[in-house]
């Protein structure tokens, strides 16, 4: 089955970009979708359709997929980014949902 | 307002079968071709996607658990159910429902989610 891969953990300072990738084969020809967790809470979406962002998700969020890599990009880190993120994608091919490893973020 | 709020034993004996509930509101399973997912996540790890089940029936299950899952709704009661046999060790987590709407602006991402609901497995 598909398989996504993310780092397992990224950091970065406040004010600074933390990028976070998610690895496949081909995926830039596949639709990804992030999601933030954070402690204790369900998952909230972040990212669709590759670079979407729902209302109510800040611009310092953003999406990109090509080749075989997606990155969700956050822009002016903020304490409140530490959490833990997910990208995933429904695999047409073998008609599951497939979730990526999760990137936990810490903040410095 | 939509909300999705799982239910089901927080303890389960092994060998036993799970069967869980998310009830849901705010949205008609007829307002557009919504599906709902059942996810888990193990204490510290990841999330991990177990079955769909789309407004017209279909039904989507993660291959390496397809024998022992069952997922089917209840339009007239507004709830998704999950059954999940033969449970042992490996199945204790949180277990969350979340919805998508395959004509919303969202598409195949998961728009809402429940709070979860943690599952224990222990004789």
């Known amino acids: 089955s598909y398989v996504l891969t993310q780092p397992p953990s990224v950091s970065a300072a406040p004010g600074e970009t933390a990028k976070i990738t998610c690895g496949g084969t081909?995926?830039?020809?596949?639709?990804v979708h992030w999601s933030q967790q954070r402690p204790g809470q369900a998952p909230l979406l972040l990212i669709y359709?590759?670079?979407g962002r729902p209302s109510g998700i800040p611009e310092r969020f953003s999406g990109s997929n090509s080749g075989s890599t997606a990155t969700l990009t956050i822009s002016r880190v903020e304490a409140g980014d530490e959490a833990d993120y997910y990208c995933h994608l429904w695999d047409s091919d073998s008609g599951q949902f497939v979730f990526g490893t999760g990137t936990k973020v810490t903040v410095l | 307002q939509v909300t999705l709020r799982e239910s089901g034993p927080a303890l389960v004996r092994p060998t036993q079968t799970l069967t869980l509930t998310c009830s849901f509101s705010g949205f008609s399973l007829s307002g557009g071709e919504v599906c709902f997912s059942w996810i888990r996540q193990p204490p510290g790890k990841g999330l991990e996607w177990l079955a769909r089940i789309d407004w017209d029936d279909d039904e989507f299950y993660n291959s390496s658990l397809r024998a022992r899952l069952t997922i089917s709704k209840d339009t007239s009661t507004d709830q998704v159910l999950l059954t999940l046999t033969n449970v042992g060790p490996e199945d204790a987590a949180t277990y969350f429902c979340a919805r998508h709407n395959r004509a919303g602006d969202y598409g195949e991402a998961f728009d809402y989610w429940g709070p979860g609901t943690l599952v224990t497995v222990s004789s």
């Open positions: 081909d995926l830039g020809s596949k639709v």
């Open positions: 359709y590759d670079s």
